[in-house]
């Protein structure tokens, strides 16, 4: 008989969002170092613009989600979906939007969680399929999207961030083939 993990995923509150910010501005600094910005990540702070941002997601419980992985009281893990935000996009196609796990907890099971809860959601709010970005020059993260069914679209974008940043679209089917 397995153990269950000591975490547990659930539904994000307004009042979890200075810990998931937390949660995703430490993750940044820890994993993205070396590919983006030096000055971009050491300026990284929890704005009044974030908060209202997630206050907005969480409160769009239609076609929103936002979840939390939680070891005890303390936040350990975040996601975010919603529609995509692509227009070129059918309106049937939902976007994982952010998926952060504190560097000191990665590899233990939390991402695989709270990506399976974001599809979850994602189907149950309709959508048929959906998208995430992630950083190109990040393998580790290439290669757990890939474990978990994700497919390198070949969709591409450079974002400016005191720099060029490169990232790759990746997109899953949310429906069951019969």
């Given at each position: 008989?397995?153990?269950?993990?000591?975490?547990?995923?659930?539904?994000?509150?307004?009042?979890?969002?200075?810990?998931?910010?937390?949660?995703?501005?430490?993750?940044?600094?820890?994993?993205?170092?070396?590919?983006?910005?030096?000055?971009?990540?050491?300026?990284?702070t929890l704005s009044p613009?974030?908060?209202?941002?997630?206050?907005?997601?969480?409160?769009?419980?239609?076609?929103?989600?936002?979840?939390?992985?939680?070891?005890?009281?303390?936040?350990?893990?975040?996601?975010?979906?919603?529609?995509?935000?692509?227009?070129?996009?059918?309106?049937?196609?939902?976007?994982?939007?952010?998926?952060?796990?504190?560097?000191?907890?990665?590899?233990?099971?939390?991402?695989?969680?709270?990506?399976?809860?974001?599809?979850?959601?994602?189907?149950?709010?309709?959508?048929?399929?959906?998208?995430?970005?992630?950083?190109?020059?990040?393998?580790?993260?290439?290669k757990f999207y890939e474990?978990?069914?994700?497919?390198?679209?070949?969709?591409e974008n450079t974002h400016?961030?005191?720099?060029?940043?490169?990232?790759?679209?990746?997109?899953?089917?949310?429906?069951?083939?019969?």
């Open positions: 008989m397995s153990r269950p993990p000591p975490w547990t995923v659930r539904p994000a509150t307004v009042d979890d969002i200075e810990a998931f910010e937390a949660v995703r501005i430490a993750t940044w600094k820890a994993c993205f170092r070396g590919i983006v910005s030096d000055e971009f990540l050491d300026g990284l613009y974030r908060i209202q941002r997630c206050r907005d997601v969480i409160k769009d419980t239609e076609g929103s989600a936002v979840v939390v992985a939680c070891a005890a009281d303390d936040i350990i893990g975040m996601g975010m979906a919603e529609q995509a935000s692509d227009t070129r996009l059918e309106s049937d196609v939902g976007e994982i939007r952010a998926l952060y796990v504190h560097p000191d907890l990665q590899g233990r099971g939390v991402g695989r969680a709270l990506l399976e809860a974001l599809t979850t959601a994602l189907r149950a709010r309709g959508y048929h399929a959906a998208v995430l970005w992630t950083l190109r020059d990040l393998p580790p993260t290439r474990g978990t069914g994700w497919i390198f679209d070949g969709t400016d961030w005191h720099g060029p940043v490169h990232l790759v679209r990746y997109a899953r089917n949310l429906i069951e083939p019969s």
